[in-house]
Nanobody, 115 residues
């Protein structure tokens, strides 16, 4: 059964950094990888995306210049480096692997940023 497991979340202060990881139980070679987040009382929103070979990345406007998505296909793992965190970044962060009509989600990792 295909699984995605996020890790690296936690409680940090404003201005600090975190690096999230998303480890897959299957090969990610054919999948675009995405990060989404969901804050309390809000809908899940797109954060960042990376193509299957890692040659293109896309970001939501609110994270441009602060977050960096990357991947290591040899390790079947994707990452989200988050710098200059603010309380507005507090959310559960989910990774997603997608190809065609096939999509897998992780269970999420909590990121809490205190002011």
């Amino acid at each position: 059964q295909e699984q995605l497991v996020e890790s690296g979340g936690g409680l940090v202060q404003a201005g600090e950094s975190l690096r999230l990881s998303c480890a897959a139980s299957f090969t990610l070679d054919f999948y675009a990888m995405n990060w989404f987040r969901q804050a309390p009382g809000k809908e899940r929103e797109f954060v960042a995306s990376i193509t299957r070979r890692g040659d293109s990345t896309y970001y939501a406007d609110f994270v441009k210049g602060r977050f960096t998505i990357s991947r290591d296909n040899a390790k079947n793992t994707a990452y989200l480096q988050m710098n200059s965190l603010s309380p507005e970044d507090t959310a559960v962060y989910f990774c997603n692997a997608r190809v065609g009509g096939t999509s897998y989600w992780g269970q999420g990792t909590q990121v809490t940023v205190s002011s």
